[in-house]
């Protein structure tokens, strides 16, 4: 479940229209509290599970991703894991889907990095590697911390101009 969480999180870093972190970041929650309830296998809804895919798409995104692969592959192993595996998955779960929540609403730059976290900790999940849990939850703070203060920031500027204008 790491693996397909990772992918789902990854789509959203890709550069796209406004409004598509609501499709792209929903799977993440949906799969995030799979995790956190301990299910065996992924459930998605079907207009998005029925989703086809175009072979030469496909085969032109596995070979542009297929050299980060493997580099990725030579630095991940199994150490430094605080967890159970069912505790593991409760604890990037939760965290998925708080994230996720994140990549859904409409924050103008405020996406990337909750999803660049969500995909850190999958990685970590699906190696078991607390090296890069630990980097998931350093980039899990600092993306709510930058998601927050946009969001702090437009209402700051909201309030101000209503101020200004009565």
Known sequence: MGAVLAFFAALNLIPAPPGTSLILGLPIVIISLQLLLAHNSIWLPDRIASHVVQPATLAKLIKSIMPWLLRLESILKPRYWPFSKSTGQSVVGALGIFLGMIVVFPIPMGNAAPAFAVSLLAIALSERDGLWLAAGFVVAIL??????????????????AWHMAG
């Not at 993306?143 to 101000?160: D, E, H, N, R």
């Open 143 to 160: 993306a709510t911390l930058l998601a927050g203060s946009i969001v702090a920031g437009a209402a700051f500027a909201a309030s101000a």
